[in-house]
């Protein structure tokens, strides 16, 4: 019986370092996680930003043919204007896919989070199973 009292402290330090480790890795994911989020919210500020700054800028060339027209100015010709269209549409999809990338990696970061947070309750219970069976073990 000694042999097994002697060994119980020992278990104990080596299941409190894995305790300890498993949340230091936690913590250490948390933080990624947080830096994720933050570049996330601030690219998707930007590209709002851009979005809107597109959406002002193709009003002003419309407003801009326009006075052009009224004043028989020459206009850009309509496979041009056409074409400028096509390529704004274009940004604004690469825009929104970057987007959709990044609320992936979002969401794959938070379960990454809801499964630490399962092996940690998971860790906890299993540590107060032992602890409940060293008590009785110990009666």
Do not use: F, Y
């Amino acid at each position: 019986m000694a042999a097994s009292d002697s060994l119980h402290p020992e278990r104990e330090r080596i299941a409190d370092e894995r305790e300890r480790i498993a949340n230091e890795r936690d913590r250490v994911a948390d933080e990624r996680d947080s830096v994720a989020d933050q570049r996330e919210a601030a690219s998707d500020t930007r590209d709002l930003d851009l979005d809107e700054k597109e959406r002002r800028l193709a009003n002003l060339a419309s407003v801009l043919d326009e006075r052009g027209r009224a004043l028989r100015e020459a206009v850009p010709d309509m496979v041009r204007r056409q074409q400028e269209a096509i390529d704004r549409s274009r940004d604004v999809l690469k825009r929104a896919e970057q987007r959709l990338v990044r609320a992936e990696a979002s969401l794959q970061r938070s379960r990454g989070a809801m499964q630490r947070d399962d092996a940690e309750i998971q860790r906890e219970v299993a540590s107060s199973d032992e602890d409940k069976s060293a008590e009785r073990s110990g009666t």
